[in-house]
């Protein structure tokens, strides 16, 4: 029962002959007041001393800022191999002492607070670049022996898991993917028309928005749409298949998770990314020919035989073999990051979000080394 007239918290250490330290607390131990720092305590527990003990004599109220107190206290004098002595605390105190040491706390349920330097924090990031980078190239390596064994035709997984996937990543994203393509198509048309109409070639507004869109824009657009859609719902779907330990009973009975779970996003993404990358391109340019027309005054077959005179097949084929590349790259994302997430709701999450990033900076540092190389080879 909490007085209406609180003490505020007390705290004295004293220590005894015998090398045992005795903490006094006194006053009111609440989270809603001010109550002392456990540093200098910390330091003492450090420097020689044989025992832990607590003197509550003078304690009044008394909260979760008392047990969090203890817990603290207690938590370093035991990796000091210091021993504790308890009985000093009240009972409803060690009663709850004795519960939250009883059920340990999940690594991903409370977020670092220490306070590290700049020479600390620049070692911790490299040591954390290095592990993820390993577990990056374990699971690239799993998923090629995964994609061999599916071309062997060995790989264990359900053909109606991967057809349901196959209409995900097709049919269902096939409206967002035109939408804003189409989008796009307007928008690249827009700008080159301001500047062509200046030197009198408007009609050249088709063959950039036809080049654009089939070279590198339908592939690129598509991309990122199907990332952050069939990206972040992979990583979603497997960190929930972690909580739930799903993926723990598939490997208990024999069942590779990267099979039956990876292979089949893989190759939907791979066989749906180029379809839906020639949509893209289609609905770009038509996209670009409704501003021809309308605000150009190009006829259809103007416009028409300007962009089929422009587009070659070597930007077809270079474009769809884009898109291809970017599907493997956005399951990868995708899947590693469900496979890496934590055992909690906010780590679910917290992986649907890496994914989406992760997926995002692949594809564009992909675009970049695509058009080095293929300016490179002339196409």
């Not at 340990?104 to 349920?109: I, L, M």
């Not at 088709?206 to 657009?221: E, H, P, S, T, Y």
């Not at 909690?344 to 190389?373: D, K, L």
């Amino acid at each position: 029962m909490t007085s209406s007239l609180a003490t505020p918290a007390d705290l004295t250490a004293t220590r005894r002959d015998d090398g045992t330290m005795v903490v006094t607390l006194g006053g009111d131990w609440l989270l809603s007041g001010v109550l002392p720092s456990t540093d200098a305590l910390i330091d003492q527990l450090r420097s020689g001393v044989s025992r832990l003990a607590f003197d509550t004599t003078a304690l009044a109220d008394w909260d979760t800022g008392a047990l969090s107190f203890v817990l603290r206290l207690s938590g370093t004098a035991r990796t000091a191999s210091v021993p504790v002595d308890a009985s000093g605390l009240p009972a409803g105190l060690q009663r709850l002492l004795v519960l939250a040491e009883a059920v340990p706390e999940k690594a991903d349920a409370k977020s670092d607070e220490e306070d590290y330097g700049v020479v600390d924090w620049i070692g911790l990031t490299t040591l954390s670049a290095k592990a993820s980078a390993g577990e990056t190239l374990e699971f690239l390596g799993q998923s090629v022996i995964a994609v061999w064994r599916f071309i062997r035709g060995k790989a264990r997984y359900r053909r109606s898991d991967l057809t349901l996937l196959l209409q995900q990543a097709g049919i269902e994203a096939l409206g967002i993917v035109v939408l804003v393509a189409f989008l796009l198509g307007l928008i690249l048309a827009f700008v080159s028309a301001i500047q062509l109409q200046q030197f009198g070639a408007a009609i050249y507004v088709a063959d950039l928005v036809g080049i654009a869109m089939v070279r590198d824009m339908g592939a690129l657009i598509t991309a990122i749409v199907m990332a952050g859609r069939s990206g972040a719902a992979y990583a979603a779907q497997l960190g929930t298949m972690k909580v739930n330990e799903e993926i723990d009973a598939l490997a208990t009975m024999g069942i590779d998770p990267i099979e039956f779970l990876v292979l089949p996003r893989f190759v939907a993404l791979v066989l749906m990314m180029p379809l839906l990358t020639l949509f893209a391109d289609a609905v770009g340019i038509l996209g670009g020919m409704l501003v021809g027309i309308g605000m150009l005054d190009l006829s259809f077959t103007a416009y028409a035989q300007q962009s089929i005179g422009a587009i070659s097949v070597t930007h077809l084929l270079g474009g769809l073999f884009k898109g291809a590349v970017y599907g493997i790259l956005i399951a990868l994302a995708g899947c590693l990051r469900g496979m890496q997430s934590g055992r909690s709701a906010g780590a679910v999450g917290s992986a649907a979000t890496s994914a989406v990033v992760t997926g995002v900076v692949w594809i564009i540092a992909a675009a970049g080394m695509f058009s080095f190389v293929f300016y490179l080879l002339g196409w």
